[in-house]
């Protein structure tokens, strides 16, 4: 919100001293212009300011009739207002209604609908936007830093719910209470609303990779919760349990790692060979949690599959080699 303040304040003073230098009547309408152009994102800036300048030409047009036929009348004003927004809104250019009454009343409170007095808006309309399209498109803040920190701080808390799977498998007592992966599904969630907003300001070779990545996140915290529903139903000690929380340690590590190496999968594999292996059980009680064990790691390995089908990135100096390489685990 800092950043925006200054590059409206600096848009501002450039439009105000530009349609003074120009002589345009009024240029602190350039200003108030400007301001109403300034956006969080280039992209979003470029499609609100088109929107916004149609949206007063529209307008202009419109408003200049109703006072040509009708005179300078504040029940014309209402007319315009009631059949003008409407339209406007129906062409897609809602963005533009604030902009557009702006021109349209300074016409009305001038009485005066001549092409000099029409033209002299439009000026207006070019210096206030444009100043506030060019200061959005010179700089934008880099979102890459608080990404990659974001990126660290999921890793992290995935790295402890596997731990805390492991330690659930190896002893049904053990109590955890899942703060992590409320923490982690908050972290994805801003991670997903920045990569987006990085995104919008990528105009020219747009980069998908941080939102591929924070969106792999979100599909794998789905295929935790399954596997915790899974857990809870294991409530006696195996030694399939131990095993296979064997798996989750490891993993708690390979989630940390640059690069998707497929260790965790390849243990998964021989894992469910000895399951096959292994004696049918001998009691109801082992049968339900042996089951549950077998559909645990079913469910670990839908998550395996999600990181072996995205991509992430891994910082400015290796995005490269992360886009030529699978995701984290």
């Not at 200061?135 to 999921?154: A, F, G, Q």
């Not at 190496?261 to 009680?285: D, V």
């Not at 089951?291 to 992430?312: M, N």
């Amino acid at each position: 919100m800092g950043f925006r303040v200054i590059k409206t304040t600096i848009a501002t003073v450039l439009a105000i001293l530009i349609a003074h230098l120009l002589h345009i009547a009024n240029p602190l309408s350039a200003g108030l212009l400007a301001i109403l152009g300034v956006d969080v994102t280039r992209k979003r800036s470029i499609r609100t300011v088109s929107s916004r300048f149609l949206a007063s030409i529209v307008g202009l047009a419109m408003s200049s009739v109703l006072f040509y036929l009708f005179g300078f009348h504040i029940w014309v004003l209402a007319v315009f207002i009631l059949v003008g927004f409407p339209l406007i809104a129906r062409a897609n250019l809602k963005e533009g209604i604030v902009t557009c009454s702006v021109v349209v009343f300074r016409v009305f409170g001038g009485e005066d609908i001549s092409m000099t007095a029409l033209g002299t808006q439009v000026v207006l309309l070019t210096i206030g936007l444009g100043c506030a399209t060019v200061v959005n498109l010179i700089y934008m803040p880099n979102e890459e830093d608080k990404l990659t920190s974001i990126r660290r701080k999921v890793d992290g808390l995935f790295a402890c719910i596997f731990t805390h799977i492991a330690s659930q498998l190896r002893s049904p007592d053990y109590v955890w209470s899942g703060q992590e992966l409320i923490e982690a599904s908050r972290e994805v969630g801003l991670g997903l609303s920045t990569a987006k907003r990085a995104l919008d300001n990528q105009v020219i070779s747009p980069n998908e990779a941080w939102t591929i990545y924070f969106y792999m996140r979100k599909q794998q915290l789905d295929r935790i919760e399954s596997m915790l529903q899974l857990i809870s139903q294991i409530y006696q000690r195996m030694p399939q349990g131990e095993s296979t929380a064997v798996l989750f340690d490891q993993l708690s590590l390979d989630v940390k790692q640059e690069i998707y190496a497929g260790t965790t999968e390849q243990m998964l594999k021989e894992l469910e060979m000895e399951f096959k292996a292994m004696e049918l059980p001998a009691s109801r009680e082992e049968f339900e949690i042996r089951s549950a064990i077998l559909q645990l790691c079913r469910e670990l390995a839908l998550y395996l599959d999600i990181s072996k089908k995205s991509k992430y990135p891994t910082g400015r100096s290796e995005r490269s080699r992360a886009l030529r390489s699978t995701g984290r685990a």
